[in-house]
């Protein structure tokens, strides 16, 4: 079992950062793969980045290459995703998740993969 609680939340202008974090329980957080996903209003939820554990492979989404990047500390049982050049299209509640890391890597785009949630952190950004 895996409790996660995001931080970090906010409202910004267009082109600010924010940098959100998730705090994980259990002492077996390195043995997870982490993701992002994103919920706008209206939308369904999708992928933003993941990072698996060991050599801590990334994947993004097209939408956020180049401007948003993920990190994971195992020592502090702690996922951060550091948004940069932010758009009022990243406008949403931002997830973090944790999957089992045994799936071929283009199954960490996948939202069923993840099985434990945190409650989401809204993300804002004006225009």
């Known amino acids: 079992q895996v409790q996660l609680v995001e931080s970090g939340g906010g409202l910004v202008q267009a082109g600010g950062s924010l940098r959100l974090s998730c705090a994980a329980s259990?002492?077996?957080?390195?043995?997870?793969?982490m993701g992002w996903f994103r919920q706008a209003p209206g939308k369904e939820r999708e992928f933003v980045a993941a990072?698996?554990?060991?050599?801590?492979?990334?994947y993004y989404a097209d939408s956020v290459k180049g401007r948003f990047t993920i990190s994971r500390d195992n020592a502090k049982n702690t996922v951060s995703l550091q948004m940069n050049t932010l758009k009022p299209e990243d406008t949403a509640v931002y997830y973090c998740?944790?999957?089992?890391?045994?799936?071929?890597?283009?199954?960490?785009?996948?939202?069923?993969?993840?099985?434990?949630w945190g409650q989401g952190t809204q993300v804002t950004v004006s225009s």
């Open positions: 998740a944790a999957a089992s890391d045994y799936y071929p890597n283009s199954d960490y785009y996948i939202e069923t993969r993840y099985s434990y």
């Open positions: 259990g002492h077996t957080f390195s043995s997870y793969a």
């Open positions: 990072i698996r554990r060991g050599l801590g492979v990334t």
